[in-house]
């Protein structure tokens, strides 16, 4: 069985204008980091032209769908019929996209078989990080 996830979306970004841009992102789940969920930019989508890949706590994402959550970098929220907000807060500005909903919960039914929610804690390989930590220091 593979350990990580990874879905295509078609995010709208959100700008100023009337109409929203439509880009590229990937959702990514990785169970040797069971608590989190990444959103991948390729560089063509991007203001500096370099791939940006954000990294979000999976229940942030999971509360999002349904109600606002988050007071830190990334905050989702429902929107309208079958979208989700995802907004990225970083010194430089905002940045703001719409994802299905319907798209956002599959790809999050697929980590919940993957690692169930409440369970994360057992795929922590926190023995080996310890040895990494330790290694040569005795």
Same mark, same amino acid.
């Given at each position: *069985?593979?350990?990580?996830?990874? =879905? ?6 959100? /700008?100023?204008?009337?109409? *929203? ?12 980091? +069971?608590?989190?969920? =990444? *959103? ?15 990294? @979000? /706590?999976?229940? %942030? %994402? ?10 830190? #970098?990334?905050?989702?929220? +429902? ?7 995802? $907004? @990225?807060? /970083?010194? !430089?500005?905002?940045? *703001? ?11 999050? !039914?697929? /980590? ?7 369970? !994360?804690?057992? @795929?922590? $390989?926190? #023995?080996?990080?310890?040895? !990494?930590? %330790?290694?040569?220091?005795?």
């Amino acid at each position: *069985m593979s350990t990580v996830i990874e =879905q295509a979306v078609e995010a709208r970004l959100v /700008a100023s204008a009337p109409s *929203m841009e439509t880009v590229p992102a990937t959702l990514r789940y990785d169970r040797q980091d +069971p608590f989190a969920v =990444q *959103m991948a930019f390729p560089a063509p989508a991007t203001l500096e032209g370099v791939d940006v890949a954000w990294a @979000f /706590a999976r229940e %942030l %994402l999971a509360t999002g769908v349904d109600r606002p959550a988050g007071v830190g #970098d990334v905050r989702v929220r +429902p929107f309208g019929y079958d979208r989700t907000v995802v $907004e @990225f807060h /970083a010194p !430089e500005g905002v940045a *703001m996209v719409h994802i299905r909903t319907s798209e956002v919960r599959r790809f999050l !039914e697929r /980590a919940q078989h993957l690692v169930p929610s409440g369970l !994360e804690h057992r @795929f922590l $390989e926190l #023995d080996q990080h310890l040895d !990494e930590l %330790l290694r040569g220091t005795c």
